[in-house]
Structure formats: structure tokens, C-alpha cells
């Protein structure tokens, strides 16, 4: 995997998890060790929970489109996270 896939998965799955960690993997593969950030977004997915991820992507969607649904949207996105929990339980 290159630096711009990398950033580009990343960018898919930053509102589920701390801005801090984020960063840190965004530096880390600007830095070039690519497949250490790799490795530590596999870490940092598999220790969030999911109930955090779909909250936190709730509030972001919320904030950002000014959904009035909140329990609809939280719904949707507690899907998403337990998808990308099994996704990564598998690599």
C-alpha cells in the first residue's frame, strides 16, 4: 500500500475515531512508515468500541448536515462500525 491509498482509507474511517489518533497516523504515514500507520489503524480500530464509533459519527453526520433524526442516524451508523469491527477482525 502506498502513502496516497493509505491517507485515502484513512480519510473513510477518521470520524470514527479520536482526532489525536488521526493525526498521529496522518504523520506517521506523511513521515513515510506506511505500513506502520497500517498497522496502528488495524490497533486503534480494533480497541475503539463500537458503541464510541457510532456516536462519535453520529455527532459529526448531525453537526455537519443538520439531520433532526438522531436515533435514525445512530442506527446507521452502529452498522457501519460493527461492518468495519468485522472487517478488521479479519485481517
Known amino acids: ?3 496516497r491509498e493509505f491517507l485515502l482509507k484513512l480519510n473513510n474511517v477518521k470520524h ?3 482526532r489525536h489518533t488521526v493525526k498521529t497516523l496522518r504523520g506517521q504515514a506523511l513521515a513515510g512508515d506506511v505500513s ?3 498497522k496502528g489503524l488495524i490497533k486503534a ?3 475503539t468500541d463500537v458503541m464510541t464509533m457510532g456516536h462519535r459519527q453520529t455527532k459529526v ?5 443538520g439531520c433532526e433524526d ?3 442516524q445512530f442506527i446507521v451508523s452502529l ?3 460493527h461492518r468495519l ?3 478488521v477482525r479479519g485481517i
Not at 61 to 65: A, D, I, N, S, T
Open 36 to 38: 506502520g500507520a497500517a
Open 45 to 47: 480500530i480494533k480497541k
Open 70 to 72: 438522531y436515533k435514525g
Open 16 to 18: 470514527l475515531l479520536p
Open 1 to 3: 500500500m502506498d502513502q
Open 79 to 81: 452498522k457501519q462500525s
Open 85 to 87: 469491527k468485522k472487517a
Open 61 to 65: 453526520l448531525v453537526k455537519r448536515f
